[in-house]
């Protein structure tokens, strides 16, 4: 059964930085991804990568955010950087088994992802 846990979040002041940590159960050849919710919003895609490493990033952080993984460690990561009070959400660690899939325009959607952790609370204050 695949799990993820998510960890790292927290509050920091607009400009500064965190990095979210999801532990997987799960093997290398899955779609991995994070995602956020803010109250009353969407689950929006922040950033995906795929078992070869490739990546995929929401215009909204892309400059600032970098998603990695640690296969040795079954571990997914998300650096944060230049954080603004609009990046305020729920993040919540997905996968999916296979490749990343994409739509024409490039977007994700959290639809397509049937694994899911608990998620981590990320308030940025200006």
């Known amino acids: 059964q695949v799990q993820l846990v998510e960890s790292g979040g927290g509050s920091v002041q607009s400009g500064g930085s965190l990095r979210l940590s999801c532990a997987a159960s799960l093997y290398t050849t899955y779609c991995k991804g994070w995602f956020r919710q803010a109250p009353g919003k969407e689950r929006e895609g922040v950033a995906t990568?795929?078992?070869?490493?490739?990546?995929r990033y929401a215009d909204s952080v892309k400059g600032r955010f970098t998603i990695s993984q640690d296969n040795a460690k079954n571990t997914l990561y998300l650096q944060m950087h230049s954080l603004k009070p609009e990046d305020t959400a729920m993040y919540y660690c997905?996968?999916?088994?296979?490749?990343?899939?994409?739509?024409?325009?490039?977007?994700?959607?959290?639809?397509?992802?049937?694994?899911w952790g608990q998620g981590t609370q990320v308030t940025v204050s200006s």
């Open positions: 990568i795929d078992s070869d490493g490739a990546t």
């Open positions: 997905a996968a999916d088994l296979g490749s990343c899939a994409y739509y024409n325009d490039g977007s994700f959607y959290a639809t397509d992802f049937g694994y």
